[in-house]
C-alpha cells in the first residue's frame, strides 16, 4: 500500500502493534516492521511508536536479514526524531543483542547495527554505564576485525564505532590508535590487559577462522598469535584446541592467510613438544 497520509494515521495504533508483535511469524512480523519503519520516518509519527521499542527489540531474536534490518532502522530513526533518551530505558538490553549482528551475512545489517551501538552508547546515563562498559568491551575485537571488512562502509563504520567506545571507557591510547587506523597497535593495546581478558579474547576469536572473507579471517589468526604470545596460560590442552582450529587454514585460498596461520601453528607444535618446566620459562621471558 502506498503511504499516503491517511493510511499511515490509520497505521499509527501502538496497542494493536503491540499485540501483532508478539505473534511468532515471520510473515506477519515482515509486515508489522515494515509498517513501523514508514512510521518512525516521519518525525510525527515516530513519537506515537517509541512506546513500542521495547516490542521491537524483542523481534531481533529472529536473526533474519530482513527483520534485522527493519528492525536497526527503526531503532535509529525513533532516537534521531524523538531524542536518543527515549531509548534509555532499553540501551543495555538492544546494545547486547546488537553484538552477533556485528558478524551478520549482510553487510547492510553490519553497518546499520554498529552505527545503532554507536548512537546506544551516547544515550546511556551514569547509572547504566556500569553494566554498559562490560558489553562495550565485549564489542571491542568484533569492532577490530570488521575494519578490515571487505564492504569500505562497514569498515569505517566499525572504525567510527571503536573510537565512539574508547571515548566511552576513556582509554586514551586505543582512541588515538583507531584515529589512526593502526590495526597492529590496537591488537597490542587490547592484549596489554590481565590474563583473563586476553584468554577471553582469544577464544572470541576463534569463530573468525572461519569468516567468508579472507580479511577478517587474516585478522583472526594474526590476533591468536598475538594473543598467544601475551598470554599466561599456555596448558597443553589449550594450544591443541587454538592448533586445531587453525590447521585448515594452512589450506586457505588466500595465501596470506595459509601464511600467517602455518607460522602460528608450527609455534604451537613446537610449545607443545616443550616440557612443561621449559614452556614456563619461555612464558615468562615472552613480553607483555
Known sequence: MHPTEENLQELCKPAVLQKLLKIESLPLLWLVLRGLVL????????????????DVLGTLWFAKMSLALMATKIFRNVMT?????????????????????FSHVSSEVQEGSILLFKDVMEAVVWWQKRHMKKIVRRGLLPLLFQMSNE????????????????????????????????KMEIKECLLRQDRDTVNEYLWLSLPYLKDSQASLRYEAVEFIGLALQHSGDQSW????????ALQPLRDDAHPAVRSVATGVVQRCKRQQAEPPQRRLIGMCCWPC
Not at 526524531?81 to 549482528?101: D, Q, S, T, W
Open 81 to 101: 526524531h524523538v531524542g536518543k533518551r527515549e531509548a534509555r530505558p532499553i540501551v543495555v538490553e538492544l546494545a547486547e543483542k546488537l553484538l552477533p549482528l
Open 39 to 54: 512510521l518512525s520516518e516521519r518525525p510525527e509519527t515516530a513519537k506515537g511508536i517509541r512506546d513500542l521499542l521495547p
Open 237 to 244: 590442552g589449550k594450544l591443541n584446541v587454538i592448533c586445531s
Open 151 to 182: 564492504t569500505p562502509s562497514v569498515a569505517e563504520a566499525s572504525r567510527e564505532a571503536l573510537i565512539c567506545c574508547a571515548k566511552f571507557l576513556k582509554w586514551k591510547e586505543l582512541k588515538r590508535q583507531a584515529k589512526r587506523k593502526g
